[in-house]
């Protein structure tokens, strides 16, 4: 099943603690994101990645880091997490031109 | 301030009636697409809309991209309680075509 996988579904975390969100797509795509969720604010970008090595700032992104050292995957790292980086997570992926698949989404809180 | 507005951000209605959200921007858009978000998921793709004056039918879900590819609308006809969710539009643009999402209206249909 072509399918968008992240995890942990849920996490709960202190600030200051590094955590890793990981994401992975098995249906070959170039693009890869990753979208925060908060109410009245719509899904916003943190990262995007066009291909293997190639990644890039999106609308959000301090306090965030990627990496994309293979084509299937694409990892949020939270170096220092603070409480104002709670929120819902989603990563997607999508071919060049086409529509974003998304992942079921990381609920992250921060205390 | 959203690159696409949406509007109305909430929406209940009765079962039966009809129905229709709006996404708009200053801007142009290569395409336009919209999602569909159900609790505790990641948003699923309805239909994506490339040429302006564009009308595409899905079933009870009707979509049109405006002549300037600025603007869409959603309607849905004889609203079902099924339909529930959150309604996102995403515009494609800038050099890497990628996607800007709105802040979604949410549709409650009630029995």
């Known amino acids: 099943e072509a399918q968008v996988t992240q995890n942990p579904r849920y996490l709960i975390t202190v600030t200051g603690k590094k955590l890793t969100v990981t994401c992975s797509q098995n249906?070959?795509?170039?693009?890869m994101s990753w979208y925060r969720q908060d109410p009245g604010l719509g899904l916003r970008q943190i990262y995007y990645?066009?291909?293997?090595?190639?990644?890039d700032k999106g609308d959000v992104p301090e306090g965030y880091k990627v990496s994309r050292k293979e084509k299937r995957n694409f990892p949020l790292i939270l170096e220092s997490p603070s409480p104002n980086q709670t929120s819902l997570y989603f990563c997607?992926?999508?071919?060049?031109?086409?529509?974003?698949?998304f992942g079921s989404g990381t609920r992250l809180t921060v205390v | 301030t959203q690159l696409l507005e949406q509007s109305p951000q909430f929406l209940s209605i009765q079962e039966g009636e009809n129905l229709t959200v709006y996404c708009n921007s200053s801007s142009v858009f290569s395409s336009l697409q919209w999602y569909r978000q159900e609790p505790g998921e990641g948003p699923v793709l309805l239909v994506t809309v490339v040429t302006g004056g564009e009308v595409k039918k899905l079933k009870r879900l009707t979509f049109q991209f405006g002549d300037a590819r600025k603007d869409s609308s959603l309607h849905i006809t004889a609203a079902q309680p099924g339909d529930t969710g959150l309604y996102l539009c995403?515009?494609?643009?800038?050099?890497?075509?990628?996607?800007?999402f709105g802040a979604g209206t949410r549709l409650t249909v009630k029995p």
């Open positions: 995403a515009g494609a643009q800038g050099w890497n075509n990628d996607m800007r």
């Open positions: 997607a992926s999508r071919p060049r031109g086409g529509y974003y698949t």
């Open positions: 990645s066009m291909n293997v090595e190639v990644t």
């Open positions: 249906m070959n795509h170039e693009y």
